[in-house]
């Protein structure tokens, strides 16, 4: 990172969030109210950054607002508290439709299994693209229905950061000391969950995560922040991993609504 970028970016967190944003963030992303009080700025901060870096656009006949810019920018700083960032760097362009969208081509329906077809899909990123397509309506859909552990924001900026190394293998760019033990523990809960959805087990891990490693780093993502005290109880070496990675602990957030103090944990 150039010194000239850091510098811009240092005066983006420090100037004051509109209060007309300020408004749409305690309207619409129901973890910032979760947060403990210390991350609230934090994570306005890296919101001010995302507005100003990345390149959003209204697709299918969507009409781009503030409304949509700052609530994606918000959901997506989630990711990014207490972490040296250099904010989705392979990320240029953000994509909103305004409800799903259909792709025709080769769709993805296994690990390595490819078919012709076409695809429903309510968000969408590649390695290679530089672009994140998101379906909005899906956004508020996701925050009336938190039970359901999805989010496609987490979910589709989670592979922006697993593109971070180069690598698209569901795992991020980690501390030299994770590294083993990242490796050790989501390549156990991958081949469980696999196992688990060959046998039709209901699992708390949607499906979908079985796919590949990078989905299931993505479907575990959203999870960690949707539902963390269930993935707690029933795979606490998982969660201790992402705790680790992402440095925050969601289970310990009051409830939506609440106004939670205290420090980020060491970890």
């Known amino acids: 990172m150039t010194l000239f970028k850091s510098r811009r970016r240092d005066r983006l967190r420090r100037q004051p969030f509109l209060a007309e944003w300020r408004g749409i963030v305690e309207r619409n992303v129901s973890t910032f109210g979760r947060l403990p009080a210390n991350d609230q700025p934090e994570l306005l901060g890296h919101a001010q950054v995302l507005l100003s870096e990345k390149h959003f656009e209204g697709c299918g006949g969507l009409e781009l607002t503030d409304e949509i810019r700052v609530t994606i920018a918000a959901h997506a700083s989630v990711l990014l ?30 690990e390595r299994v490819w078919e012709d077809g076409d695809d429903v899909r309510l968000g969408h990123t590649g390695a290679r693209l530089g672009a994140l397509v998101i379906a909005w309506d899906d956004v508020p859909r996701g925050e009336l229905a938190p039970a359901d552990g999805q989010n496609v924001v987490l979910h589709e900026f989670a592979h922006q950061l697993d593109f971070e190394d180069f690598v698209v293998d569901g795992a991020p760019l980690l501390e030299a000391r ?17 196992k688990a959805v060959d046998a039709r087990e209901d699992t708390l891990i949607r499906p979908y995560g079985a796919t590949d490693p990078a989905e299931f780093f993505a479907v575990i993502t959203e999870l960690f922040f949707e539902r963390p005290r ?38």
Do not use: C, M
Request: aromatic residues 12%; glycine residues 8%; without cysteine.
């Open 81 to 110: 508290l207490h972490r040296e960032t250099d904010y989705f760097p392979r990320l240029t362009s953000i994509l909103i439709y305004p409800s799903a969208y259909v792709v025709t081509g080769e769709r993805q329906i296994g």
């Open 178 to 194: 994770q590294s083993a033990s990242w490796a050790r523990v989501l390549n156990a809960e991958y081949d469980a969950l696999r």
């Open 230 to 267: 269930e993935l707690g109880k029933e795979h606490p070496a998982l969660y201790q991993e992402l705790r680790t990675f992402f440095r925050q602990d969601p289970g310990s957030w009051g409830e939506a609504g609440s106004s939670p103090s205290g420090i980020p944990p060491k970890l």
